[in-house]
């Protein structure tokens, strides 16, 4: 019986199993599907929702996801490193549900609670998942990776699509995540006061808040509480679990055929949707 044709197209050197699992990649880094999610749960297009949040929410937004990002790059350095990811991503899952059940309960109020703590267990699944597709997370660079996949979750909106880009978000951040790998490397320590690490952490909080607010307009609908603060806390960690898996898929093929061969295929494949 004939195989189907696969929707990938030759590129030299590269197998047709890692061309497919590129053009995956690219449909979760440049075509990230959260927003659509909460839109399906909560039945209106999450933008509308968002507008509605209150003034005071965006300052809170940008304190706890900060926050969070911070408190999770400092559990990330002292424990993830040398130790074994022996939790499933399914088991994350539930930890990170749990806690949307809470948050959701209480909304904004809770957010500065709730988030580090999502955010510290989305990062352990980030972690895992790095470890699985050959990251040496004894790196720095490697755990700075991981936290990277925060920022590339997020979408800014359509007028800044050439700047939402895989490539171009890594770009933005290359800088960044090298002299914060060079600066622990070099002190062994984490400072979270260190400029280098609070621009790096900065820069990824700007992304990383756009999809916290969709998170917290969604939980923010009435009828939703906890039940479906639940319900987007697992949107949320899945979102970015695929996220993950796309971003250490690219780095896997690049240690394999050079980043230039595969950045070329990658714009092929995202210029196709």
Do not use: W
Not at 21 to 46: C, D, F, H, W
Not at 130 to 152: I, K, T, W
Not at 153 to 168: I, V
């Amino acid at each position: 019986m004939p195989q189907e044709a696969q929707p990938v197209v030759d590129f030299p050197g590269m197998t047709q199993q890692d061309l497919a699992a590129l053009q995956r990649a690219v449909a979760a880094l440049e075509y990230p599907s959260l927003a659509a999610r909460l839109t399906n749960m909560i039945g209106k297009p999450i933008e509308l929702v968002g507008s509605a949040l209150p003034a005071s929410a965006a300052q809170a937004i940008t304190a706890a996801t900060s926050k969070a990002l911070q408190i999770a790059l400092q559990a990330a350095l002292r424990t993830i490193r040398n130790a074994p990811m022996p939790l499933s991503q399914r088991f994350h899952k539930v930890l990170v549900t749990a806690s949307g059940a809470a948050g959701g309960a209480f909304g904004l109020a809770m957010l500065p609670v709730e988030l580090p703590v999502s955010t510290v267990i989305m990062l352990r699944s980030i972690a895992e998942i790095a470890r699985s597709e050959g990251e040496d997370l004894s790196d720095p660079e490697a755990v700075l990776s991981c936290m990277q996949v925060f920022a590339l979750g997020g979408r800014p909106g359509s007028a800044e699509a050439a700047e939402s880009g895989y490539f171009a978000v890594r770009g933005v951040l290359a800088k960044s995540v090298s002299q914060a790998a060079r600066f622990i490397v070099e002190r062994g320590v984490v400072e979270e006061s260190a400029p280098i690490l609070v621009r790096f952490i900065a820069q990824v909080a700007s992304r990383f808040g756009v999809v916290v607010t969709q998170k917290l307009a969604a939980q923010a609908v009435p009828l939703i509480g906890g039940l479906g603060g639940a319900a987007v806390n697992y949107a949320f960690i899945e979102h970015f679990q695929d996220v993950a898996r796309a971003h250490f898929t690219i780095r896997r093929l690049e240690r394999i055929y050079g980043r230039d061969v595969v950045q070329k295929q990658y714009e092929r494949f995202a210029q196709r949707h």
